[in-house]
């Protein structure tokens, strides 16, 4: 049996999935975006200056938070992915995420995340955006 309904009942459902849009798109808890910064701050600063917390720290050659959220168009995604992107699997270790070269010890102080972590951290990159 075909269900169909008229084309004005579908009218109907209209408010109820622009709601579930908006419900989707609530803007990100502010309890997320800080605990994304403290664990960029502990465990980021040792290389990457991360935003005002250690403006003259971090190592030079690698790139500052901030240049990576305005100079690169694709910064989300880096953000999202770091950890599979050198040098960080070399010493990052993320729950249910196998370390490609476990078989090597880590070449700096290993690092234990969770993904849940890595999605606050990309949280806290959007607020230096706007800075
Ligand atoms: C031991 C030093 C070190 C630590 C600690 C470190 N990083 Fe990095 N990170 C680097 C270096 C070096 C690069 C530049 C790699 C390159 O350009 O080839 C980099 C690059 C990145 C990039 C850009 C990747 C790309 O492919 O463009 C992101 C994003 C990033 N780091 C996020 C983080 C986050 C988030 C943390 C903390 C949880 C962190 N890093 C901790 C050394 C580090």
């Known amino acids: 049996m075909r269900i169909g309904l ?4 579908s009218l109907f459902f209209l408010p109820l999935s ?4 908006l419900l989707l798109s609530l803007p990100v808890a502010a309890d997320d975006i800080k605990r994304g910064q403290l664990l960029s701050e502990k465990h980021c600063s040792r290389c990457h200056v991360v935003g005002n917390f250690n403006p003259t720290g971090g190592i030079s050659s690698t790139p500052s938070f901030q240049l990576l959220v305005k100079r690169r168009p694709d910064y989300k995604e880096r ?7 050198r040098p960080h699997p070399a010493f990052l270790l993320i729950e249910g995420v196998e370390r490609p070269l ?4 880590p070449n700096a102080h290993p690092v234990s995340l969770t993904i849940d972590d890595v ?13």
């Open 119 to 131: 999605r606050c951290i990309s949280a806290f990159i959007e607020t230096l955006k706007k800075e």
């Open 18 to 21: 622009y709601g579930a849009c």
């Open 6 to 9: 008229p084309f004005y009942m």
């Open 102 to 105: 476990k078989h090597v010890p």
């Open 79 to 85: 953000f999202e992915t770091f950890y599979a992107r």
